[in-house]
Each structure stands twice: as C-alpha cells, then as structure tokens.
C-alpha cells in the first residue's frame, strides 16, 4: 500500500551531482614580466592542469609571436584540436614576417582532418610546413623560439609530454620544461634542421637530449645499466619512471636484469604493461602501479638515482617499441634543483597514492581503498 509518499527519482547520470567541481587553474608566471625575461632568471617546469596551459605554453607562443625582437619559430605539432591558440599565434608569426617552420603530423589518429586544415592556414600565411619523414611519425612536444638580446642571438625552448591542445591540458596531467638552456637549445636547432634539412632520420649525436630514434633507446638502456653497476657496487639502485605504456622487449628485459641485480624499480604505467612485477627471483624488487582519477595522468618522467647525483627526465615518450624506434621523440634532461625537487615530491606522492591500482605477478590488478574526504585523491590534493 502507497504511503503517500513520491518515491525519490534519482539524478541523471550527467547532472551536477555526478560532476566533478569546476577548478580554476594557477597562472604561475609573473605578469609584469615577459616569458623570456622569466626564463632568462631561471628554467620554470610548469604542470597542467594545475598550471593553466593558456597563461604558460600558450603565452610563451604568443609573446614570441608579436614580439618584433623575434627571429624564428620552429615547432612539432601532433593535435591540435579545432581551436588552437597555438595554430592562432603560429598564423600570427607568419603574418608578421617571421621564420615559421612547423612539423605537423598528419596522421595522428583521430586529428588528421584538423591537422589538415590548420596546415593549410599555416601555408597559407607563409609558414613553412614539414609533414614529417617516411617511416617515423613526430610524436615530440618540441618548440624553438629564436630572439635577438642586447646581448646576441638566444634561444628559448618548451619540451613536454604532452600535446600542444588547450582543450585537452584541462583534463590530461603533462609537464613542460621552459628554458634557455645553450646546449638544450643547440640540440633542437640541430633536431629542426635535420628534420627540414634531409629525409634521414634524425642523427645520434645530441648534447643533451634523448632523441628517438637515433639516440633515446640506447640512453635509457645505459641508464639502466649504470644503476645495475651501483647496486653491484653495494651502493644501492634506483629507478622510477611514470609512462603511459611499457612494452618494449629490450627495456623489459633490462629492468628484470636490474632487478635480479638489487636495483629497486618503481613504475607507474597507466595503460599497457608486459611486465610482471614480485616474481620470485625475477622482478622481486619492481612494483607497477596505476593512478586513475579526476585526470587522465599522461606525464612521462623517468628518474634514475645514480649514485646519489639523481638524474631526472621528461619528455614524450613511453617506453614502447613504437616510441623508441619509429617515432621522432624527445626527451630533456631537467637538473635546476628546485624542479628536480617538484619532480621527486611529484613522483613520490603519485607512488604513494593510497587508491592506486597495483598489478600483481599473476597480471591482476588490485585497487586500493577508495578516495574519502579524510584521505582525498592527490589530484584533488594538488588542486587545493
């Protein structure tokens, strides 16, 4: 029998309730300050979406485009989306006589037809567009800004992990370095000239940078190495690395050496990963973990302890065979102590994620205690 009552109808899926907060994004950098005077202070690490990808990535792009004291720009682009302040301040350098050279992917999946039309305005005012090498897409996040100082010609640079789309840093986590760093720099313009100048792949000699495929593969495998000879040295061994996909053989097969040998191995991998981790004698000392949340975690930051003398990296590429031999990637070391510091906080709170998912040696997930309000999320504790 009724009680009289009307039975409680419950929310649409895709009401309020079930919604995330809005968040506002920081704008970290100075605003009575340009983007090439703050780099010229020191190299800034900015993290999306916490950073606000407009006020960073997006405001380095569009100084450098109005800026009369600007000599070139050089850029990668894999999705851009269908509005791009990135493409609008490409468009913008060209119209103003500037040297605009862009290397577009046109096969990335499920952009091409976007990436087709922003090429033709980018042709159209004067850009010239590169549509990437036979064999090899451009995954890289690379930008080159070439300005004329008071005191010579200097470069400033952007390296990230993630793409250059304002639409897709509100929900993905990337982190790009700024920097005038000389030999940095003088390793994109050697990558950009090569990559416009010839159809060869790109060559194996860089100061710096770790680039795919000439020279990436190699770097991380010698890295490796190096912390399997300080735990075979009694001196301990570290390795943690964040990536979205681990499969390539030969990188697999170095961590389960590493392992065997004493190194502790970290891992947070948010999709594929071949390796089983906690088998005995063979991978008993690496741990796979996957972070899921409000954000889609998409950084790619590799840390290797050497020794005490921690080297950290960034970049775009997971540790996939694809992405070490038939992409253009790149990846910059980043060794200012104070975003050597954010980076280790960084990755320490994410391997420390009480809602992580751990993988165990039988290739099953298990899930941590779900996020509280006594122990939130640390995408939420990041945004507060």
Request: proline content about 6%.
């Amino acid at each position: 029998m009724s009680s009289g009552r009307l039975a409680k109808t419950p929310s649409p899926i895709n009401s309020a309730a079930h919604s995330f907060p809005l968040f506002q994004p920081r704008k970290p950098l100075a605003p009575d300050l340009t983007v090439f005077e703050q780099i010229d202070r020191g190299d800034i690490l900015v993290h999306h979406p916490y950073d606000d990808f407009g006020a960073t990535v997006g405001r380095f792009l569009e100084e450098a485009a109005v800026d009369p004291e600007v000599l070139a720009l050089k850029m990668t682009l894999y999705r851009l989306g269908d509005q791009s302040l990135v493409a609008d301040a490409l468009l913008t350098a060209a119209q103003r006589g500037k040297d605009v050279t862009v290397l577009v992917e046109l096969k990335a999946r499920f952009d091409e037809s976007r990436n087709v039309g922003w090429v033709r305005k980018l042709e159209e005012a004067g850009a010239q567009v590169i549509y990437g090498m036979v064999g090899l897409k451009t995954h890289a996040k690379v930008a080159l800004v070439v300005r004329k100082t008071t005191k010579g010609v200097r470069r400033y640079a952007h390296i990230g992990t993630g793409n250059y789309n304002a639409s897709t840093s509100r929900f993905y986590t990337d982190l790009g370095l700024l920097t005038a760093d000389a030999e940095i720099t003088a390793d994109l313009t050697d990558l950009f000239n090569q990559l416009t100048g010839s159809s060869r792949e790109p060559g194996s000699s860089y100061r710096k940078l770790l680039v795919a495929p000439g020279t990436m593969l190699k770097g991380f495998l010698d890295r490796i190495d190096r912390e399997i000879g300080q735990a075979k040295a009694g001196k301990g061994g570290r390795i943690r690395v964040q990536i979205n996909g681990l499969e390539d053989p030969e990188i697999t097969g170095a961590l389960y050496r590493a392992s065997e040998a004493g190194v502790e191995v970290s891992l947070l991998v948010r999709s594929l990963s071949v390796l089983r981790p906690g088998v005995p004698g063979v991978s008993d000392r690496i741990r796979v973990l996957c972070v899921l949340g409000r954000f889609l975690e998409h950084e790619r930051i590799y840390h290797f302890g050497n020794g005490g003398a921690d080297e950290y990296l960034i970049g775009s590429a997971d540790w996939r065979p694809r992405n070490l031999r038939r992409r253009v990637e790149v990846v910059t070391p980043v060794s200012s102590p104070p975003l050597v510091a954010r980076l280790d906080a960084l990755l320490t709170a994410l391997f420390a994620e009480p809602s992580a998912w751990t993988l165990g040696p039988d290739g099953a997930y298990v899930r941590g205690p779900r996020p509280s309000a006594e122990r939130p999320h640390l995408h939420d504790r990041l945004l507060a």
